[in-house]
DNA sequence: CGCGACGTTGATTTGCCTCAACGATTGTGG
DNA sequence: CCACAATCGTTGAGGCAAATCAACGTCGCG
């Protein structure tokens, strides 16, 4: 088996199963070990999948119509990362996602969500209350990106993921905090100065 | 009694229930019938509840630091409104929600939800997609704030709530787009002479 | 070593904000 | 039902935060 039962039990940590519970998750995941700069997910590609991030990071950045990347998301160890719009409606993707690090990941299709949820409802719990948590994430960041300075949101980004500095590249976190890397340098000067 | 079964059957379209099952859905609804400028959740309260709209239109927002208003979402006929954030950890609320139309709500408790989702496993299912099709909606906004002018945004909010605008106050339309009155004002001048 | 990727700095422009004043519309009490 | 006030939307002048454009220093890697 290339897939340990430990490694299940860490995924979806606070639920206890059966046996056969933990096999027939194991079934359904499909390890991948990738380097950096591998891109995972393309727009335009059909989503079928979502990955659980067990070591690496990743982001997702949507190509708008000048061609210019928006970092909509980091993830990390214990993340699960997709284009869930388009995800939830098996449809095109409009995202890309690619990994910024040499990552390990567990793949599952929505198909086998679907069944896992029939057999085992403590996993349907468990995906709506990720869901729940990446909701207020998104709702927090909505606030902060109509409540907040440039200045305000680099401060909250770095308290909010303190060690990600030495991981992604500063022009990853300016697309992200939605300016230009020039500004972002700007501000960071700002900083060292108070 | 004074909800409908028929009202049951709207809310959660899509599911067939059994008489029972209606029964205890209705014992966990209770419907409020408001006038306009009605608060239903101020910050710092604990929530509790979720609302559904039956009829009618609300906002919910958020006052930061200086004073200002922020409006995150509206909602009308067929949406579920509340701090989401806040609900699901049972948590102090940051938001403000009121009406800005008479409106006819039905509301339901963190609890009883709770107990729905183990009586009837459907539900669990009604809100987890529900939940997806929120957050895809949270997505778009923050897409938008990241890659789009003020002038783009509300194009886009115009065409994707055609009629709001006999509803909603301009000042709540430039505060949801993340603008000012006046900026709002600028911008629709500069598309009618288009 | 040399090249490309990355970050910084400067000069200038621009989109939106702030402050202020003024019409237009809505609501309310006499 | 009208008069008046309050609320709401518009317009103008000036300012500021961040974008754009351009140049240059630095680091890591083939």
Same mark, same amino acid.
């Given at each position: ?58 982001? $997702? ?37 690619? $990994? ?20 085992? /409802? ?39 993921? /303190? ?17 230009? $890397? ?13």
């Amino acid at each position: 088996m290339d897939i340990e039962k430990s490694i299940i039990l860490e995924i979806f940590k606070d639920i206890t199963f059966s046996d056969k519970e933990v096999d027939l998750i194991e079934s359904k995941l499909k390890k991948l070990e990738l380097k950096k700069g591998t891109t995972i997910l393309q727009a335009e590609e059909i989503v079928n999948s979502q990955y659980y991030v067990y070591d690496g990071c990743l982001r $997702t950045y949507f190509i708008d119509k000048s061609g210019k990347e928006h970092t909509l998301q980091f993830a990390i160890n214990d993340w699960w990362i997709s284009d869930y719009t388009a995800f939830f409606t098996a449809s095109k993707a409009i995202m890309h996602i690619e $990994t910024i690090q040499k990552a390990t990941l567990y793949r599952i299709s929505r198909t086998s969500m679907e069944d896992l949820f029939i057999e085992i /409802p403590q996993l349907e719990t468990f995906f709506r209350k990720k869901m729940e948590k990446a909701f207020a994430s998104f709702q927090n960041r909505i606030l902060a990106s109509l409540a907040q300075s440039a200045k305000e949101r680099y401060l909250s980004f770095i308290n909010t993921y /303190p060690n990600i500095e030495q991981t992604v590249k500063n022009y990853h976190i300016a697309s992200y905090l939605g300016i230009t $890397t020039e500004s972002l340098s700007r501000i960071r000067k700002e900083i060292s100065l108070d």
